[in-house]
């Protein structure tokens, strides 16, 4: 097949035209010869015709009566039909015709077939709806529609989150409901001028207690320009629940848009770096994100969000495109005996990375005195330091694998933490899923006595703290896990109870 110059020589050969033959420009046969630049401009003012001639015979799409637009519209789905209607404000009243949407929600919303008599008052129903088209307003059953398709996917939803797992507290089917909600989750980078960077999730694992979520690519804007990142979840307005999603989900179909989270990016500086390897160094920003920047460029390689499966689906779905999902008041629980403090808390705690779990576990009874109360916060002990029969060790090699479409790495000692506290009725108490890193501890232990380097982990929010440290074990290559304590604010302790301690 001919290409560049040769191609343009063949259409100018087939296409018959004034100005001289290839003759008559000098055009000889036999290989090496090039066309001259005569003929070359021959074909340039050729096609200069040829496109001159086509926009003159173009008709322009808006400039057709309504009558034939109706009828084109007539021929597209639901989702085309939204899209269409973006595009000006005479299609989008067009776009929004009851008798183009009465159709749609009939065949969508239909009664099944059965082989029983269909009632008389159905069939009344239906055609009083037929007839009465046009005392509807404008765009009526466009809005039914809408509404009745969301409906649907939420009550489906709803179903699949009631079975709870007994281990965790949360629902056990959550991939089914995000598998039918059709949810996903973009970043919305924010320049210093307002000029929104909206970024389509790369990668999605679902471990345990929570998501993660990764963001990579070759196009990210200039670091230097940019202000803050938003965490938003996105639903599609329509799901076919027969048609698998996609890797990415169809971009171009309208979707709603929630923010869970704003970050600022002027945040990322040595007093939230978690750690870094020969090419990369990773912050972490509150609440659970990961934000990874090539250390040669010092501009970004990924984005990694670690979200909670508690209430993860009200978060994602139901706030707006600028305000969060704010929770519903809570309603406190009477504790039938507050002078003994906290007593059968659950803990269920996952420190992960990549698909490996280094520590899952469930604790259970866990209790706390009122004597325990201390800079505000009250000491619930998991693992005990002089307790050797609690100790637990950490199961491979501790690390944060990460990834980017040209390089992949793992950074030593930081990881993923998840942590579900249960109160003594099963309810999620406290829960958090955000990185954490494996740091040499300072402080002095009196009441330890180990073999091996001493490490701990931190992490602290407005709900608590959590304290871990372990000891690294030289003969065996491993970290043990010698004390684990949960450090619950008292403000959140009497809110959730009503209780004055």
């Not at 704003?262 to 659970?288: A, H, N």
């Not at 108490?429 to 931190?458: A, E, H, K, N």
């Not at 074990?473 to 684990?484: G, S, W």
């Amino acid at each position: 097949m001919a290409t560049g110059r040769g191609w343009a020589l063949q259409q100018l050969l087939r296409c018959p035209g004034p100005g001289p033959t290839p003759g008559a420009v000098g055009l000889r046969k036999g290989p090496g010869v090039r066309p001259t630049a005569d003929l070359l401009k021959h074909y340039a003012r050729h096609r200069e015709c040829h496109r001159r001639a086509a926009s003159d015979c173009a008709v322009s799409l808006d400039g057709m009566p309504s009558e034939i637009l109706l009828k084109i519209f007539s021929y597209l789905d639901a989702v085309n039909l939204l899209c269409i209607g973006c595009v000006n404000r005479r299609f989008y009243h067009l776009a929004s015709d009851n008798f183009i949407w009465v159709r749609i929600y009939s065949t969508a919303f239909s009664p099944k077939r059965s082989n029983w008599k269909v009632n008389s008052v159905e069939k009344t129903a239906v055609s009083v709806n037929l007839l009465s088209l046009e005392d509807k307003e404008a765009g009526y059953w466009k809005k039914e529609y809408i509404a009745k398709q969301i409906a649907s996917v939420k009550a489906t939803v709803a179903q699949l989150l009631q079975p709870v797992n007994p281990y965790t507290g949360l629902p056990d089917k959550i991939k089914e409901a995000l598998r039918v909600s059709g949810l996903g989750w973009v970043i919305i980078l924010r320049d210093k001028s307002g000029k929104e960077y909206l970024t389509e999730r790369v990668h999605l694992s679902v471990n345990d207690t929570s998501v993660s979520v990764v963001w990579y690519g070759k196009n990210w804007p200039c670091l230097a320009t940019l202000s803050t990142l938003d965490l938003c979840g996105v639903t599609p307005v329509f799901m076919d629940r027969y048609k698998s999603p996609t890797k990415n989900g169809d971009v171009r179909r309208p979707r709603w848009r929630s923010l869970i989270a704003k970050y600022s990016l002027s945040d990322l500086s040595e007093s939230t770096l978690m750690g870094c390897d020969g090419l990369i160094r990773v912050f972490g920003l509150s609440p659970g994100l990961l934000v990874g920047l090539w250390k040669r460029e010092e501009e970004l390689a990924f984005v990694m969000a670690n979200l909670h499966l508690h209430q993860l689906m009200e978060r994602s779905i139901l706030g707006s495109a600028t305000i969060p999902y704010d929770l519903p008041p809570h309603s406190p629980f009477l504790d039938d005996a507050p002078e003994y403090g906290l007593h059968g808390y659950q803990l269920h705690v996952d420190l992960h990375s990549g698909g490996i779990s280094y520590l899952c576990g469930t604790f259970r009874n866990l209790f706390s005195k009122k004597g325990y109360i201390e800079n505000g916060y009250m000491k619930l002990v998991v693992i005990n330091f002089n307790n050797n029969t609690q100790h637990v060790p950490l199961i491979g090699k501790v690390g944060l694998s990460w990834r980017t479409n040209v390089f992949e790495g793992r950074i030593e000692s930081c990881s993923i933490m998840d942590v579900t506290l249960l109160d003594d009725s099963g309810k999620p108490f406290w829960c958090f899923s955000s990185p954490v890193c494996m740091r040499l501890s300072t402080s002095p232990c009196d009441t330890c006595d180990f073999l091996g380097q001493r490490y701990c982990i931190d992490y602290v929010d407005s709900e608590g703290r959590v304290h871990v440290d372990l000891v690294w074990i030289e003969e065996t290559e491993e970290y043990f896990v010698v004390n684990l304590a949960l450090y619950l604010s008292v403000v959140k302790i009497n809110h959730w109870f009503g209780t004055e301690y």
